[in-house]
Structures are given as structure tokens and as C-alpha cells.
């Protein structure tokens, strides 16, 4: 060995202490969100090289329209949307957004879900265009959370109607903001003290049978209402009587259903798939709600060349080939559907 060459070497750690530090913190946060008791339940997560000025990845478990902005302008590389159909309309430059915004959805996270435009049956009203029509004082709530995706959607299904949130306070109405999901008692529990005539909420399966069950009703979206809204991208659904016992019918309505994680349009290849590795499933177990209980559900997150060889192998085939999803093991949850090839 020469007097030039250096042979001493650093003792080797088993972890690196910038590991150390972001996954104990990133452990705490994990603990919290998951406490009953914890009022901040919401996370960003950004990374960065140690002491560097740019944090170039942002991981935003959104669930609000107002992040699709961030998003579009590159400062979260991934986020959260309930219902999916949001996108729809940012993809389109429907209102709320002035401009074709550049996205992608790389996973979906299954949920269905309808909005309820529900009505105390002695108001007399059986369709949404009447509350037009007779000019209808109605006295209604919605929920507090000023960028939720549901206002969206209202403001959406009333213009289509041909009125407004101010019109309903013109004839005599109330428009409330309460905070809350719709069977709390200041939403649910205002129906029963005689307080409002309606709710306007997502989340049927939460509290659409508590309202049948105090004698409300739920408003169809007529054909030609209906139609409107699909040319600005919004979904139709349906609310099935076999979920709700107490309806007399199927009611159409409108879909909120789906989680999509998306990114922006240009995001690069190479971090969508650090996001997860290609062609395997990565498990994850997420708290939900389902049938009006609390369980945890096991999914995998797959990409779509993984999905597709996964079919394959089951003897299915994919529909939809161009995305990603997080799959559930319960057949009524896939999110890329599939099926066995006509034979």
C-alpha cells in the first residue's frame, strides 16, 4: 500500500440518522390520524435532500377541489379527490375551473356513493325542479366545510334547475352551513326538531335511512336535468331502493363515488413509479366506513401493468387499461373492472 492511499473506513450505520428522524416523525403522525379523539386529521407530507431550500415532493391527503390548483401548478406531485368526477370537470374547464387543467389519475380508491337531495315529504315537493317551480321557501342545510366537493355539485344542480341558493333565501328560505356530517344533530337532528325542511348532503349510506325513517324524501333529477349536468361532466346515479328499504323507487341522482389519487399531467414517469412498485402490489390497510360501521379493509395498490398481468392470470380480462387502482378484495369494490373473455 502506498503512503498516497487511505484505508481507514467509517464505522457502517444500519440506518441513516435523516431516516431516523422523518420516519419517527412520520410514525407519530400515522398514530394521531388514527385516534378517535384527534381533532387533526388531515396530512401533507413534503420531502426534500437534508438542508436543501426546495421541496420537491409534496403528498397532500387532501380530499377538496381547491388542491387540484396546487396540483396543476406543480406544488403538490400528489393528492386526493372526492368524488372523482371533480377531475371531470377540471379536465373539461368546467366552473368552478376557468381553464383545461393538465392531470392524471394514477389509483382510484374505491367508494360508492350518490349525493341525497333529501326532503321532509310534508313539503309536498317530488322533483327537484319544483322547488322552481312553486317558488318553495325551502330551509335547507349544507355542510360547513366551505371547500368541499358537494357545493360544487349543488351549485351545479341548481343552475341547471334555473335557480339559486340566493333565490331559495328570496322566497323565504334558509340556507344553513353546519358543521358536520349529515347525521349529526345539528343536521339530522334539525329535521326531527321541525328546524329545516331538507339536507343536501353525500355519504347516503351514512344517514339516507335515518331520514327515511323521520318521513323525508328523496328528490330525483329529472331526464332533461340530468342531461345537463353530464355535458358539464358531471355522473348520474342511481339511489337503489335495496339499499334503502323505505324508498318507494330507484332515485336518480348524482355519483360521488371514487377517491382518485392524482398528479399532474407531466409528473414524471420514474416518481409516479416510485409511488409504487411496478408491477406488484403493495398492501395497505385503511380504516373505512361501510354499511353504516367502521372496519378496517385490506387493499393493493397496484399499477395498471400489474393489474392487467394479475387478470391475466385469474382468467379475467380489464376494461379500462389505462389507469392504475387500489383493489379490494370484495368483488363489489374493484375499481377497474374486469371480466372473463366471451368464450
Known sequence: MSDNEFFLKPTRMRTHPHTTRSRLMLEVASALVNRRDWPYLQARVSLREQGAEE????LFGSDSPATIYEVAAKKVQFAIINP?????????????????????????LPSRDQMVFAVKSDTGLNSFSEIRERRFPLKVSLRRQPDHSLHIIVDHVLAAAGFSLSDIVSWGGEVRYDAGMAYGNNRIGAVHRGEIHAIFDEGASTWGNMALELGMGFLPLEEEL????EAVG???AVIEK???PKLGADVPSLDFSGWPIYTHLETPDSLVIDF?????????????RSHGHDEER???????????????????????????AIVSPEP????IEVRRPAT
Open 332 to 335: 363489489d369494490n374493484l375499481v
Open 276 to 288: 409504487y412498485e411496478p408491477g406488484k402490489a403493495v398492501d395497505v390497510t385503511i380504516p373505512w
Open 55 to 58: 421541496w420537491p415532493l409534496t
Open 298 to 324: 385490506h387493499y393493493h395498490l397496484y399499477t395498471a401493468e400489474g393489474l392487467r398481468k394479475e387478470a391475466r392470470t385469474a382468467g379475467f380480462e380489464m376494461l379500462t387499461e389505462d389507469s392504475a
Open 84 to 108: 372523482g368526477m371533480i377531475l371531470k370537470l377540471a379536465a373539461l374547464g368546467s366552473a368552478p375551473f376557468n381553464e383545461l387543467l393538465a392531470l392524471r389519475i394514477i389509483a382510484v
Open 226 to 229: 340530468l342531461e345537463r349536468l
Open 242 to 244: 335495496k339499499d334503502f
Open 234 to 236: 358531471l355522473r348520474r
